[in-house]
């Protein structure tokens, strides 16, 4: 069981950091597009900006109904990648444990260690 869930936690956490590391390039080539720093590019540039577009506009719809545009700037896409960042580390940060019950336990302070 605890190798089946930890197979799953890995699968789970290899998701988010592909998805992280797409909306991290989507971020940063609108900024680049922005500021002429790259141009419309060619017919493979123009579908791998739809495939970017297709991967993530969904989730930043679903936050642009809950976080409104600050002075005109939308700012789901950094919320999406802060949120992504949080939760990879905390994933990265949970220890495997052979009984997933003992993770919510609080061990009692010992007398002789303090």
Known sequence: MEIMLESILWCIEGVL????????????????????????????????????????????????????????????????????MLVLHILEKTPPCPDPGQRFLIKKARPDVL
């Open 17 to 84: 950091e592909l998805y992280f590391i797409l909306a991290v390039v989507n971020v940063a080539l609108y900024w680049c597009m922005h500021f002429n720093v790259i141009g419309q590019g060619g017919p493979a540039f123009k579908k791998f900006l739809a495939f970017l577009h297709q991967i993530t506009e969904p989730v930043y719809a679903k936050l642009r109904e809950r976080i409104k545009p600050v002075s005109g700037f939308d700012i789901s896409p950094y919320v999406l990648i802060l949120a992504l």
